[in-house]
């Protein structure tokens, strides 16, 4: 069965770090592109990162310098690194591949 979970989320002071880790079925991580959106309360989900297969990636600009994406195709898991973190970042982070979204996992930055 294909599936995309989350897992890492949690409650974080202001300036602190988090990664979060997407496991997906095979069939689903063997696709091109793995890809991080969040969901703050009262707003669209927006895109945050992609990673490819080779390595090249991509954040958004709001994150860009605190947040990495990577992934290990050993293990059919795609992560997001994210320091010094701030409370706008408080949200739902989704990851996303083919047609697949995971179920989210929150994040909430306090100051």
């Known amino acids: 069965q294909e599936h995309l979970v989350e897992s890492g989320g949690g409650l974080v002071q202001a300036g602190g770090s988090l990664r979060l880790s997407c496991n997906a079925s095979?069939?689903?991580?063997?696709?091109?592109?793995m890809d991080w959106y969040r969901q703050a309360p009262g707003k669209e989900r927006e895109w945050v990162g992609t990673?490819?297969?080779?390595?090249?990636?991509n954040v958004a600009d709001s994150v860009k310098g605190r947040f990495t994406v990577s992934r290990d195709d050993a293990k059919s898991t795609a992560y997001l690194q994210m320091n010094g973190l701030k409370p706008e970042d408080t949200a739902i982070y989704y990851c996303?591949?083919?047609?697949?979204w995971g179920q989210g996992t929150q994040v909430t930055v306090s100051t």
């Open positions: 990673v490819w297969r080779g390595g090249h990636r």
């Open positions: 996303h591949a083919a047609k697949y």
């Open positions: 095979r069939s689903i991580f063997s696709v091109n592109e």
